[in-house]
């Protein structure tokens, strides 16, 4: 299968698989995947829930649109500043899961030392303060953030979350929005007991092999 065919049909897959477990909304979020020196993402103004591999678009690295049949994502150009700041980075991946992003809103960051998982998936992830959505400020704003981790809590609008893949970029969404959920009810608890330093480290020593 031609490559290009085949990572529209993955990103049009996790798209659909975000809506379905309730980690977006019909119109929210959007998803690129950088191959050589174009990026392929999702359109504007589409159904989520329904997306097919033919509606994805492509991009160069400059933001020059190479689709004719559809409106590439209004935050294209919050994708391209971060593969720019980031060539590292394969994958993008960008919604509102409900639980993360309240912790968005109330400009604090997700706790993910109490969760094996999450440390070892995400790290540690960090904010960006709030910009009007699809400008040149806010692609600013998250490029700077993602510098310092894998995953951004947007001020007030939602979470972005790199990877090498599509599936590590999702994995670390899905794994904060649970890591959130854990946040919450054992503040409600109460007692929680995180992770030590050790326990940390040696989470950290392990994922760098």
Known sequence: MDQHKFIRKEIAYFMRRLYKQGLTTSSGGNISFRLDENVLITPSQ?????????????????????STQYKLSMETGMHLAVYK????????????????????????????SLLGEARAIIGEPV?????????????????????HGNVVLMENHGILAVGNSLLEAFDRLEV??????VNILTKLIGNAVGLSAHELAAIDKMMQK
């Open 46 to 66: 589409t159904d989520k829930g329904r997306m097919k591999a033919s509606e994805i678009g492509m991009t160069d690295l400059h933001g020059n649109s190479l």
């Open 85 to 112: 700041a980031r060539p590292d980075v394969k994958a993008i991946v960008h919604a509102h899961p409900v639980t993360a992003t309240s912790f968005a809103v109330a400009h604090q960051t997700i706790d993910c």
């Open 127 to 147: 904010l960006a303060s709030y910009q009007l959505m699809g400008t040149q400020k806010l692609a600013y704003e998250v490029a700077k953030a993602i510098l």
């Open 176 to 181: 904060l929005e649970a890591c959130a959920r």
